[in-house]
């Protein structure tokens, strides 16, 4: 009997804790990578449809003494010039440098305490995981937690 012992204890005793430090600059590098794949530009913006194929209403005929040369709309603009969000709160700072402009806009602090969603479902959550701080709610959410998502970021 003495050479047993709780796999509890010893999951525990593996796991990596992080300080407060630690967990705001794996926060900081998760949102980084967001970024960066939020500014890629649209594969697809530049995508033109075969215009030789006529459309089930349109004859062969037609189709060849209607063409019109097709303006590029402001969705087109908006895709090819997109800004991040750093590039257009420098824009604003350099148009409005004098309050109120979005760096000293302020709400009062809440009268109620901050609400904790769950990381993986989105419900409400009572629990954070003992290693990263990741908020859950469930033992399910947990595992997919630990499975999936706990410590990725951090190397």
């Known amino acids: ?41 649209d594969p697809h913006a530049d995508l033109v449809m075969s215009k030789k194929v006529p459309k089930f209403q349109d004859n062969l005929k037609n189709s060849k003494d209607s063409r019109k040369a097709k303006r590029k709309g402001p969705e087109y603009y908006r895709a090819k010039y997109r800004k991040n969000f750093a590039q257009l709160l420098d824009e604003e700072k350099q148009l409005n440098p004098d309050p109120p402009n979005y760096t000293s806009a302020l709400a009062p602090p809440p009268s109620k305490p901050a609400r904790h969603f769950c990381a993986v479902c989105g419900n409400f959550s009572k629990y954070s995981c003992t290693a990263c701080g990741t908020r859950y709610c469930c033992i399910r959410c947990l595992g997919t937690h630990q499975d999936t998502r706990c410590l990725k970021w951090t190397v």
């Open 1 to 41: 009997m003495t050479g047993r012992e709780s796999n509890r204890i010893k999951d525990a005793e593996k796991k990596r804790v992080l300080d407060e430090a630690a967990r705001q600059r794996r926060a900081r590098k998760a949102l980084e990578a967001l970024e960066q794949d939020n500014f890629h530009d």
